[in-house]
């Protein structure tokens, strides 16, 4: 029985206290709109390439306050089109002329690979859709990047940097960031992650018969099984703190298939949690539990 993974990324506290320094704005769409749940809102620039955003996470007063490293960084809702590049460095002072880090990434990984669109599939080039499908395969896009680079503490500045000169829109525009770590655990895949929808719009009909549709949004869904031996009592005790830290009111990134970067933009979900799990230990390193997630705008 082969085991599988998903990663959460759940944890804002340092970004979304972070003092944001934009290299431009739209004084409608600041930056300080990619520290906000509602992903929708957005941070909009004023030209396509050169823009940046310095993130100052701050540094503890107290030595003993050990910060976790960061390990993704996650972009909502952006513009960005195949041919953008997103770079993320890190220091400990605003000076980026040695960083301690420095990765660049695609805006926009693998989607299909040859062959994989099929018959009235979208098409596509580099194993990336074209830009003008992305609306209709992926409306509200999510870029997960798990970073390279030796992990660095969440602190200090972060300085994400975008380059999308053909960008046809004329700006860059971004919804909600998060720049923290993921906590990766097990689950078996005899019981494996089912993604669904709800659509709640009404149709009703007019005295004459005429419908009439009250539309919503429509919202994924995701179910991840789990019957699963845990690692270590560690592990069951951390995954049990966040499902109760994070609640029915909280947002998360799921990731249900890491190891799948093609399927990632279509799989991951930013949502929460529609009901709060009984998580019941059996024997020493075993549980039984269900996950439900819904999707947040």
Not at 47 to 59: C, F, N, P, V
Not at 99 to 104: G, I, Y
Not at 114 to 121: D, N
Not at 271 to 297: C, H, M, V, Y
């Amino acid at each position: 029985m082969s085991n599988k993974k998903f990663r959460a990324i759940w944890d804002k506290r340092f970004f979304d206290a972070a003092a944001l320094t934009p290299s431009s704005e739209v004084a409608t769409l600041p930056a300080r709109n990619v520290q906000d749940p509602v992903r929708q809102r957005s941070w909009r620039t004023t030209g396509r390439a050169g823009e940046y955003l310095i993130a100052d996470l701050g540094t503890p007063s107290d030595p003993e306050d050990v910060r976790p490293a960061v390990t993704a960084l996650v972009i909502m809702n952006h513009n960005l089109t195949r041919r953008a590049t997103v770079t993320l460095e890190a220091a400990p002072t605003n000076d980026f002329s040695a960083p301690l880090l420095s990765e660049t990434h695609n805006a926009w990984a693998d989607i299909i690979g040859a062959g994989e669109g099929g018959a009235g599939g979208p098409p596509g080039a580099g194993g990336v859709i074209f830009d003008c499908h992305r609306a209709w395969y992926a409306p509200n896009p999510i870029r997960v990047i798990y970073l390279d680079s030796d992990p660095l503490e969440a602190k200090g500045f972060w300085k994400l940097s975008f380059s999308d000169p053909g960008n046809p829109d004329g700006y860059i525009q971004v919804g909600r960031i998060y720049l923290t770590y993921f906590d990766e655990y097990k689950y078996d895949w005899a019981y494996p992650f089912d993604l669904g929808g709800v659509d709640d719009s009404v149709v009703t009909r007019n005295p004459g018969g005429t419908p009439w549709t009250d539309k919503w949004q429509f919202l994924r869904t995701l179910r991840l099984g789990w019957n699963e031996r845990f690692s270590s009592e560690d592990k069951y005790w951390r995954f049990y703190f966040m499902v109760m830290k994070m609640g029915l009111s909280s947002d998360w990134v799921i990731d249900p298939i890491p190891e799948g970067v093609s399927a990632r933009h279509f799989t991951t979900l930013y949502g929460r949690l529609t009901d709060i799990p009984a998580l019941s230990q059996w024997g020493k390193d075993f549980s039984d539990l269900e996950l439900n997630f819904i999707e947040s705008l």
